[in-house]
């Protein structure tokens, strides 16, 4: 029987090329947003967020490409050739990890001023800015075992980090951040404004509607790369796998960084075709 491989995991390669067409999705949601009323009212610092995580995307999305560009024209189909991977695919983990960080402080900083008491504020910013930060050293370590293994190194660098841990606390740890965030969002939006007026129990639903969509998607993508990662973290044929799920965060975090800002458009669109669709005072539809 030939040791020789085709591809590594078809799925990790399909999934790449689903990225760059996520990253074309990219642009047009940051031309969008350019052109809406919220980039008006933005502050310089959100832009360059913006700008920094459609750069680093870009960089991220490169990668990805130089994947689909050795793997397809790769003459040497051995199992050790195709295995070990490259330099550049070692090094995705931190680019993503980057990603996450950028778009998890500025979410958990805006979701932090619907907090009204000062202390209560200050604990949530500390918790998410702890969780933020373990999930981006977790990166790193997957990114350091994720190097190791490309060169033929599978054993733990530092004892209990071996890839499988590295990817686990990796994604759960940005799981637990993405659900923290909605999760005291929506409960502080509710107890602001629910019950108060039709208008804001309107204006609730609109932006918990948005706010959940724009987190699931990271959120279910991380959840299922640490299962992955648990599940064929340590596999010599299937340690591909999470790879494959985590490729799409780093467009689905900006994706859902831009949809968060544009919250207030999507507010003043659903109130206005709603109020356009009811019928005037005193009239029956």
């Known amino acids: 029987m030939s040791d020789d491989l085709l591809s590594p995991d078809p799925m990790s390669l399909e999934l790449s090329e689903t990225v760059i067409g996520l990253y074309g999705s990219i642009i047009s949601h940051l031309l969008n947003l350019r052109s809406s009323p919220t980039w008006t009212r933005s502050t310089r610092l959100t832009k360059l967020v913006c700008y920094g995580t459609v750069l680093i995307n870009t960089a991220y999305t490169a990668l990805l490409c130089h994947d689909i560009w050795y793997y397809g ?3 040497d189909r051995a199992f050790l050739s195709v295995a070990s991977g490259t330099l550049p695919q070692a090094i ?4 993503l990890s980057a990603i996450a960080l950028v ?30 930060i373990f999930t981006f050293l ?10 190791r293994w490309h060169n033929f190194i599978s054993d733990a660098w530092v004892p209990g980090i071996t890839l499988r841990n590295s990817m686990m ?12 965030i909605t999760i005291v969002y929506l409960i502080h939006l509710r107890r602001n404004l629910r019950g108060k ?38 596999s010599a044929t299937f340690f591909d796998v999470p790879y494959a799920f985590s490729g799409p965060l780093g467009a689905l975090y900006t994706l859902s960084l831009f949809t968060t800002l544009s919250i207030g458009d999507v507010v003043e669109r659903e109130l206005a075709s709603a109020d356009r669709a009811s019928p005037p005072a005193g009239r029956k539809a």
């Open 73 to 75: 024209t790769l003459p």
């Open 92 to 95: 995705e983990p931190i680019v």
């Open 103 to 132: 778009v998890q402080i500025t979410l958990g900083v805006r979701s932090s001023r619907i907090i009204k008491h000062a202390t209560t504020r200050y604990v949530y910013l500390t918790g998410i800015g702890c969780l933020a």
């Open 138 to 147: 977790a990166g790193i370590a997957a990114t350091a075992t994720s190097v």
């Open 169 to 180: 606390c990796w994604m759960w740890g940005a799981c637990a951040t993405d659900l923290c």
């Open 197 to 234: 007026t039709e208008l804001s129990d309107s204006v609730v639903l609109v932006i918990g509607r948005v706010v959940i969509r724009s987190a699931s998607y990271t959120t279910i993508f991380a959840a299922l790369t640490a299962i992955m990662a648990q599940r064929f973290g340590d």
